[in-house]
């Protein structure tokens, strides 16, 4: 697991300037989206974090729906290049804007949108004020973007129904916002562990608090 880990983390520090995200693929069924290191913008459609998708037999697992209506479509024109299955799960692992207000587009294509009780509470309590900041920082590029909270929530554990490949959500407790959760295939040994891990940038403690992130680790 921890090479794994190690192995996403690396594919953050290699593309420190991209405008959008770079998809890098992990194995034959798992890529990342690789986004920019900087602040959100017009030309990154917030997509300023990892994240990522699974290929299983008949269908695409979505992990974090992005920013906005225009990055979810770009983050789906991606998969679009990999696998034309249909997108059947949007995990949220976490209740920040870039983690999940693209959800309404993915619900579109038949998509179910999962997160952890505690994401879904903390995506209802910020979402009027994450929907001002958003349009702010990426303008025009937010346009057509509404808020959609999961459809299924889960306290501590949730395992994916994607045949081929073992997925698990997993909620220990939060990090950067309450909600925090990994996503973990144990077969392949791989993490998506959203905004509860940081490289080349200070942590954001935020209402969690940094005794709560250590644990959650």
Do not use: C
């Amino acid at each position: 697991m921890h090479q794994q880990i190690l192995l996403l983390l690396g594919l953050l520090l290699a593309f420190p300037n991209v405008q959008a995200f770079e998809t890098i693929q992990i194995n034959p069924r798992v890529y990342a989206l690789v986004g920019d290191l900087g602040q959100r913008s017009p030309q990154n459609l917030g997509h300023n974090m990892t994240s990522g998708f699974i290929v299983g037999n008949e269908a695409v697992a979505v992990i974090d729906s992005g920013a906005s209506r225009a990055g979810a479509e770009r983050i789906h024109a991606a998969i679009r290049k990999v696998s034309d299955k249909p997108i059947r799960w949007v995990v949220n692992t976490g209740g920040q804007d870039h983690r999940w207000l693209g959800n309404a587009y993915f619900r579109e294509q038949g998509a179910t949108v999962i997160a952890s009780a505690a994401a879904a509470a903390d995506m209802h309590e910020r979402a009027a004020e994450q929907m001002v900041q958003a349009e702010q920082l990426i303008g025009d590029g937010f346009a057509g973007t509404e808020p959609a909270y999961p459809d299924q929530t889960f306290d501590q554990r949730f395992s994916i129904a994607l045949k081929g490949i073992e997925a698990e959500v997993i909620f220990t407790g939060g990090g950067h916002t309450p909600g925090d959760s990994i996503v973990w295939l144990p077969e392949e040994k791989i993490a998506f562990t959203g905004d509860i891990v940081y490289v080349q940038r200070l942590l954001g403690v935020r209402d969690n608090g940094a005794a709560a992130w250590i644990a959650s680790l």
